[in-house]
Structure formats: structure tokens, C-alpha cells
């Protein structure tokens, strides 16, 4: 639910955005928008990781979502530069690069940015 709706944030955003801005522009921005939401969500919801140290999830966060962000950004731009212009297009390269970078966001913060919590309540 919470990436879904991150994600739901990011493709708004970018689209907001890209009225204003370039396409990768546009992109960077609805990742940090969907981002902030994402680890304030996690970290209090998903994962009931509130009780842990937050300077400590965040750094471990910024590490595994700089690996998401950069597959979610890479595999977006490089879609976008073979796809053709349009509102079309565009929207399907953001979904492509939010797809290609689920995987790390959900499994780095289950069993790595706020881990120790799951296993500290058995």
C-alpha cells in the first residue's frame, strides 16, 4: 500500500513538474517528493520501526534507496531517450524505472534499514 502510493506520488509529481521542467528534472523531483513520504510511512507504519534510532534507519535508507534511486533514474531516462515524446511515453518511462527500483526499496528496508526491530521484538 505505502509503495503504491508512493509511487502515485512520484508519477503525479512528475507530471506536475514536467509541465514546468525537462523530463530527468521533472523525474528527480517526484523521487524526492515519493521518497520523503516513503521512509516517514515506513518507518511508522509498514514496519513499526519508530521505537528504533531514526539517524541510524536514515542513513541506512539514504544508502539503500540511493541504489533504488539510481536504478528508478537510469532505467526512466533511458526508456524516455528511446521512447517517442508525449504524455504517453513519458508516464511509461517513470513506471518502468518505479518498477525496476521496488524490489530494493521493499527488501532493503525489510531486512536491512529497519531490521533491528523486527528481530529485537521476538
Given at each position: 500500500?505505502v509503495g503504491g502510493t508512493g ?28 521518497l520523503s513520504f516513503n521512509f ?57 524505472g518505479i518498477l525496476a527500483g ?21
Amino acid at each position: 500500500m505505502v509503495g503504491g502510493t508512493g509511487a502515485l506520488i512520484e508519477l503525479i509529481s512528475f507530471n506536475v513538474f514536467h509541465i514546468f521542467f525537462n523530463f530527468a528534472l521533472s523525474k528527480l523531483f517526484g523521487l524526492i517528493l515519493a521518497l520523503s513520504f516513503n521512509f516517514s510511512v515506513n518507518r511508522n507504519i509498514t514496519f513499526s520501526a519508530s521505537s528504533g534510532k531514526k539517524k541510524k534507519q536514515i542513513l541506512k535508507y539514504i544508502i539503500v534507496y540511493s541504489l533504488s534511486i539510481s536504478l528508478n533514474y537510469l532505467v526512466s531516462v533511458s526508456f524516455n531517450n528511446f521512447l517517442n515524446d508525449g504524455f504517453f511515453y513519458s508516464n511509461l518511462s517513470v513506471i518502468l524505472g518505479i518498477l525496476a527500483g521496488l524490489p530494493i526499496n521493499f527488501f532493503g528496508s525489510l531486512y536491512w534499514v529497519f531490521n533491528e526491530v523486527h528481530y529485537n521484538k521476538t
